[in-house]
């Protein structure tokens, strides 16, 4: 089963069925477009091209914006594959929203973490701090990294200083606790990763393992 892509609105909470406060995060998928049809006899493997957003024609490529107007349709500023079976019946120009999904079905969602810069091993590895008696100052730093006459060399994966975050994430298994087809809305069940606005793929489970999307 495809997914759709969106966007990440923000965190808030709802009461479920027993009166329980539920922390949810709330994504605008959609509507997507679908922009092309990928087949098997043709390019060696089934899936469908999905659009989202838009943006100015200027800000497009002439070769990309030929393919949208070849076609008759707006240009997306957002363009990804998913993987789907033979005979799925996507046509282009066909637009999918939230009604995708349903309410206690468990999805997939991907995006990029919350990118941090650099930082240090305390806050990037959470390494208890140093004494901060007899003078230290070094209560924040790594200490000895290095290895005796043999290696002579640090290990590879040696936890140590460095860029932080702004890597590709998945949360796998979260529940689908309500949709806002009005407003594209979906609403599923603890974090995403990423800031708000930002860009996350979902997808029902076991979507992933027909390809990256």
């Known amino acids: 089963m495809i997914g759709l892509i969106g966007r990440k609105v923000g965190m808030t909470q709802i009461h479920g069925e027993k009166g329980e406060v539920l922390p ?28 989202f957003g838009t943006n100015k024609e200027i800000r497009f490529t002439k070769p990309l914006l030929g393919q949208f107007q070849k076609r008759n349709l707006p240009p997306s500023r957002h363009l990804r594959e998913f993987r789907v079976d033979e005979g799925h019946g996507y046509e282009v120009g066909k637009q999918l929203d939230a009604t995708l999904f349903e309410k206690g079905e468990r999805v997939d969602v991907a995006g990029v973490t919350r990118g941090r810069g650099f930082q240090g091993v305390r806050r990037r590895h959470k390494f208890n701090l140093g004494p901060r008696s007899h003078g230290s100052k070094n209560y924040r730093e ?68 027909k390809g990256r999307a």
């Open 142 to 209: 790594t200490k000895s990294t290095g290895q005796n006459t043999f290696p002579a060399r640090r290990w590879p994966g040696k936890r140590m200083a460095g860029h932080m975050g702004d890597v590709r994430r998945t949360i796998r298994n979260l529940e689908v606790v309500g949709v806002d087809a009005e407003r594209n809305y979906l609403m599923v069940a603890g974090p995403v990763p990423g800031w708000d606005t930002g860009l996350v793929y979902v997808r029902k489970v076991g979507a992933l393992g």
């Open 24 to 51: 949810v995060t709330v994504i605008e998928v959609g509507p997507c477009t679908v922009t092309e049809v990928r087949s098997a006899d043709r390019n060696g493997y089934t899936a469908i091209q999905l659009g």
